[in-house]
């Protein structure tokens, strides 16, 4: 038997009048998974705790079946432990994006562009990265590379109890009453405005203006955190697992729970990833390595949700049912493998709101021994109708991995 969870991140949504009162998981085209839907439970499940803020830190960790109250220590020690960084339990991590700000002459008066800088290159933005190193990295900070836009800040000794606003929050609004607050609150703004003054003219950013792109013009500090620990995946259920995602926030988790990390050639995090790859991946790491368990996390829902981008939504949806559930079922059947599929988002990521709420998720659990009947689609609306409700997310594995 093998097991598989295939993750769209933030892949539910609230209808929308563009799509003519349906969500985007309704108005795709998902052949695929909505036969699977036919025979399979398909319900709601709460994967953000009341008391947690909606973020895909939380939320995979509850879809990975780990309870956010044991073990949640912020999002960004999480992406650290992916760029490898040995983590001291005196150090405090931070999230430091890559963003595009508005050009007001006053750094407090500008607005936030862009989160992401235009999807910056890892190849561009480790430039940059390395001019503000430059001036940072110290005996109190050291900053460290990671994947596109997504970098980490290490204060050593440093303290926790920040109010830090994630930059994909406040897409478009003025920055002035999001800026850091807490304890070392006015440090993380020098920093801030520092990195503003070195970026402004840096030549990877004249390169990006002059191609019509949005420059990375700022650092922006969120996400603080401590060296976490996860229970070991296999001890904790049995099964050898694998994680294979562009993005470091779940590698880092399948990395603290020894899980096998897979790399796939192409994988970027957005709707252009190789999605074909990361299902041959998986099948390879189950059919050929052994693995009981494997973990797919897409990202593109979720940044298409963000940009307020619907079309690519609705493509990534797609791209998910005919490349990567039709890839897995296929390759498992025809290898005569007896399979359990989870497929779900970890949290919703409306396009009206661009950015993640709370909301229960919709959930589908399908076993190839078993022909139950259920809904002839999976949407946000025909899991609410089946009844099916988890109140706790990380009860969902449980029901995964249970024959």
């Known amino acids: 038997m093998k097991y598989i969870v295939v993750l769209g991140d933030g892949m539910a949504d609230w209808k929308l009048d563009d799509l003519g009162g349906k969500t985007p998981l309704q108005y795709a085209e998902k052949p695929h998974i909505d036969a699977l839907a036919a025979h399979a439970e398909v319900g709601l499940c709460r994967t953000v705790p009341e008391g947690f803020k909606p973020g895909s830190d939380v939320a995979n960790l ?3 079946g780990y309870d956010p109250h044991e073990c949640y220590t912020g999002r960004s ?4 432990v992916s760029i490898g960084i040995d983590l001291k339990d005196t150090d405090v991590t931070l999230r430091c994006n890559l963003v595009t700000l508005s ?3 006053k750094y407090e008066d500008r607005r936030m562009l862009d989160y992401s800088a235009g999807e910056i290159s890892t190849a561009e933005a480790r430039q940059l990265i390395e001019s503000l190193k430059k001036e940072f990295d110290s005996s109190d900070f050291t900053l460290y590379a990671g994947v596109s836009y997504r970098h980490c800040l290490v204060a050593h000794g440093g303290v926790c109890g920040h109010t830090l606003t994630p930059p994909h929050d406040i897409t478009g609004k003025p920055i002035r009453d999001f800026l850091p607050q807490g304890p ?3 440090l993380y703004l020098r920093m801030m405005k520092r990195s503003a003054d070195i970026l402004k003219d840096h030549p990877v950013n004249a390169a990006r203006r002059a191609a019509g792109k949005n420059p990375a013009n700022s650092a922006w500090f969120w996400g603080e955190g401590t060296k976490p620990a996860l229970e070991n995946f296999r001890e904790k259920f049995g099964k050898r697992g694998g994680v294979i995602s562009a993005v470091d926030l779940v590698k880092g988790i399948g990395i603290l729970a020894g899980m096998k990390v897979i790399e796939v050639e192409g994988a970027t995090g ?6 074909a790859g990361k299902a041959d991946a998986a099948l390879h790491a189950l059919l050929q390595d052994g693995l009981d368990f494997i973990y797919i996390h897409m990202e593109a829902p979720d940044e298409c949700g963000h940009q307020g981008d619907i079309a690519h939504k609705v493509y990534s949806i797609e791209q998910i049912d005919s490349r990567v559930v039709a890839r897995l ?3 498992l059947r025809k290898a005569g493998e007896d399979f359990r599929m989870l497929i779900c988002p970890d949290h919703p990521t409306p396009i009206a709101v661009r950015t993640h709420v709370a909301d229960p998720i919709p959930y589908l659990l399908f076993d190839s ?3 139950v009947s259920g809904p002839s689609s999976y949407d946000e609306e025909s899991a609410k109708q089946t009844g099916i409700f988890i ?3 990380w009860e969902l594995m449980k029901r995964l991995l249970d024959e």
Do not use: H, I, W
Not at 77 to 80: D, F, I, K, Q, R
Not at 270 to 275: A, G, L, Q, R, W
């Open 62 to 64: 509850s879809v990975m």
């Open 77 to 80: 020690p999480l992406e650290a």
């Open 103 to 105: 050009d007001e002459e």
């Open 184 to 186: 070392q609150a006015e």
């Open 270 to 275: 957005n709707y252009d990833t190789n999605f």
């Open 329 to 331: 079922t296929e390759g």
């Open 369 to 371: 021994r078993k022909q």
């Open 391 to 393: 109140e706790k997310g």
